[in-house]
């Protein structure tokens, strides 16, 4: 994965939709790079596209039906700019948009992101990962604590566990947290300090992470996420799609 794209781990976004999101971009990738045959008059024939799904296996059957001639490679060399250059600058411009949008918003300081974080993995894992030499999973068990039990979470915060699980669907699990370093008063008590992790100081650093529904940048998500889904997949796919291109040329 490409170190601009945000790992998974701090998505909570379902599998389903972002295999939906995956799939649609992956056509509309597949548009672009036929348009890229098509609006050269140079090319004759037609491209060696028969069908598009949403696997990189596409794009190796696709590359499969390339003879090697000029045109071919042409348009070839073509598809890589466009997978290393153009759409990836747009999509990082985008992205970049959205934090800017991001920036722009004033927590509310309810101190609940502090009280009630979730993962995907149970605390054992983290801890391991944390040993294995994960950086997330480190600046996260510096301060986080597990809840006692997935009731203790109910709990304390009934609707907000049901809103955060519903957010990723019941296939998925959640695990909740807590930070003591909250103060009575929503502040933080290690703030300044080497303590304070650096996800603190940029959450939600995307809206694809976790947000409860009274965050003051929920209405952000709500506005961003399908397009920041689709911003990922396109940054992922460019980079599969471009790999599978340029082993192709080298043949
Ligand atoms: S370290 Fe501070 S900002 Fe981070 S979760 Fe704990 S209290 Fe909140
Ligand atoms: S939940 Fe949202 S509004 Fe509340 S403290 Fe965290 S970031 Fe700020």
Same mark, same amino acid.
């Given at each position: 994965?490409?170190?601009?794209?945000?790992? =998974?781990?701090?998505?909570?976004?379902?599998?389903?939709?972002?295999?939906? /999101?995956?799939?649609?971009?992956?056509?509309?990738?597949?548009?672009?790079?036929?348009?890229?045959? *098509? *609006? %050269?008059?140079?090319?004759?024939?037609?491209?060696?596209?028969?069908?598009? %799904?949403?696997?990189?296996?596409?794009?190796?059957?696709?590359?499969?039906?390339?003879?090697?001639?000029?045109?071919?490679?042409?348009?070839?060399?073509?598809?890589? *700019?466009?997978?290393?250059? @153009?759409?990836?600058?747009?999509?990082?411009?985008?992205?970049?948009?959205?934090?800017?949008?991001?920036?722009?918003?004033?927590?509310?300081?309810?101190?609940?992101? !502090?009280?009630?974080?979730?993962?995907? /993995?149970?605390? /054992? =894992?983290?801890?391991?990962?944390?040993?294995?030499? +994960?950086?997330?999973?480190?600046?996260?068990?510096?301060?986080?604590? &597990?809840?006692?039990?997935?009731?203790?979470?109910?709990?304390?915060?009934?609707?907000?566990?049901?809103?955060?699980?519903?957010? #990723?669907?019941?296939?998925? &699990?959640?695990?909740?947290?807590?930070? $003591?370093? #909250?103060?009575? +008063?929503?502040?933080?008590? #290690?703030?300044?300090?080497?303590?304070?992790?650096?996800?603190?100081? @940029?959450?939600?650093? =995307? $809206?694809?992470?976790?947000?409860? $529904?009274?965050?003051?940048?929920?209405?952000?998500?709500?506005?961003?996420? =399908?397009?920041?889904?689709?911003?990922?997949?396109?940054?992922?796919? !460019? /980079?599969?799609?471009?790999?599978?291109?340029?082993?192709?040329?080298?043949?």
């Amino acid at each position: 994965m490409p170190s601009h794209v945000t790992t =998974t781990r701090h998505w909570k976004t379902t599998v389903a939709q972002y295999q939906h /999101e995956m799939a649609w971009v992956s056509q509309r990738l597949a548009d672009v790079l036929k348009q890229a045959w *098509n *609006n %050269d008059g140079e090319f004759s024939g037609s491209a060696p596209f028969l069908g598009v %799904d949403s696997s990189p296996q596409w794009m190796k059957e696709t590359l499969q039906r390339c003879d090697g001639s000029p045109f071919h490679r042409q348009w070839l060399e073509k598809c890589l *700019n466009i997978l290393k250059n @153009t759409l990836p600058q747009a999509v990082l411009g985008q992205l970049a948009e959205i934090e800017s949008e991001r920036s722009a918003i004033a927590c509310h300081q309810c101190g609940v992101c !502090c009280r009630l974080a979730s993962q995907d /993995e149970d605390y /054992e =894992t983290l801890l391991a990962k944390a040993s294995g030499g +994960d950086t997330f999973a480190q600046e996260f068990t510096r301060v986080f604590l &597990p809840y006692e039990t997935r009731q203790h979470a109910e709990n304390r915060f009934p609707e907000l566990v049901a809103a955060l699980q519903a957010e #990723v669907g019941e296939e998925r &699990p959640l695990h909740f947290y807590h930070c $003591p370093y #909250v103060g009575q +008063d929503n502040r933080c008590t #290690v703030y300044g300090t080497a303590k304070r992790p650096a996800f603190c100081g @940029t959450y939600p650093e =995307t $809206p694809l992470s976790a947000i409860q $529904p009274n965050c003051a940048w929920k209405p952000w998500q709500g506005e961003q996420h =399908t397009i920041t889904l689709q911003c990922h997949a396109t940054l992922v796919l !460019c /980079e599969a799609w471009h790999e599978h291109i340029s082993e192709t040329l080298s043949c």
